[in-house]
């Protein structure tokens, strides 16, 4: 039972690390991305085939994976710039769907559907299983600090502050001098490094990936964890994944405890049990649990003397 809850927790940190490479995509900059798990999986392979086939070390492997999929991000980003709502979500809804396919079909590279087996885990030959996953556990946990501390920084920076007015209207940034196109293209950038490295982070933890791993499901669980959590805030990406994790492995348990259910039907009643719980936390919390603060300016006033306009 110790080993089962520290995997979740470890699932729930990679959840969180996504979530926040999620928020600035979408919740700072305002671009829907439907095409999180092609990112996700970017990261994966690549770092996975770099230690397996060049035998690199696995943090070289893992900053890579990082590296590559921020140069795939920003390379979808330039081409999609243009688009905006559904089109925007379609594209990238496709493009996932792309790196899967490719995924299943190029057996010389990544062995297609039958996945890469034998990814290294740090000490994983040397630590036991429990050692291994406190350890890994630590190292998640190191890397989702981290990355908060860096998405808060983002968050207050003038930076930040465009990607806010980019997402609450991008012709008033425009009008204002600033290069939206581009800034869409690095929050873009920084988004998907942060779901390559968590793609990264599950292939040397699970020492296994297969196309049928990235699914779009994974893409809807990010999506409600960011939208429980609450939008545009990294604290409440972080809570929302926990809670997401949370509420997934807790409808587990329940399901057997009701009556004269087969195993069918208690994975679709769990699954209506999860939408029932998401939409009740929605419908009185719709702005998620923590919901993003922002800063009021007051106005400046007027010296005495000063003309001031009437209406």
Request: proline share 5%; net charge positive.
């Amino acid at each position: 039972m110790e080993n089962y809850v520290i995997a979740m927790a470890v699932s729930a940190g990679i959840y969180a690390l996504m979530a926040l490479g999620v928020n600035v995509i979408w919740g700072m900059a305002g671009m829907v991305n439907l095409g999180l798990v092609g990112f996700f999986a970017v990261g994966a392979y690549v770092s996975a085939l770099l230690t397996l086939k060049l035998g690199l070390p696995i943090a070289a492997g893992m900053g890579a994976g990082a590296l590559a999929t921020s140069l795939v991000g920003a390379l979808v980003a330039l081409i999609t710039v243009r688009l905006r709502g559904d089109y925007l979500a379609i594209v990238t809804l496709g493009f996932a769907e792309t790196i899967r396919i490719v995924a299943s079909n190029t057996i010389w590279l990544t062995n297609g559907t039958d996945g890469i087996s034998g990814i290294a885990g740090p000490y994983r030959g040397t630590l036991s299983p429990e050692a291994f996953n406190l350890l890994y556990l630590a190292i998640v946990g190191t890397i989702v600090t981290v990355a908060y501390l860096l998405a808060e920084r983002l968050r207050a920076s003038p930076f930040g502050r465009v990607l806010r007015a980019i997402r609450d209207d991008e012709q008033v940034a425009a009008v204002a001098g600033k290069h939206v196109a581009l800034f869409k293209v690095k929050a873009f950038a920084i988004g998907a490094g942060a779901l390559g490295l968590a793609g990264a982070l599950y292939a040397h933890y699970t020492s296994y990936i297969a196309p049928d791993i990235f699914v779009p499901l994974l893409t809807l669980y990010i999506k409600l964890a960011l939208l429980a959590g609450g939008l545009g805030n990294n604290r409440g990406a972080i809570i929302g994944a926990f809670a997401i994790v949370f509420l997934l492995e807790s409808t587990r348990f329940a399901i057997p405890l009701v009556p004269g259910v087969s195993a069918v039907q208690g994975a679709a009643l769990r699954e209506l049990l999860i939408a029932a719980l998401l939409i009740v936390l929605l419908r009185y919390r719709p702005q998620g649990l923590v919901p993003e603060q922002l800063r009021q300016i007051p106005a400046r006033a007027v010296p005495p003397g000063r003309y001031q306009p009437t209406a």
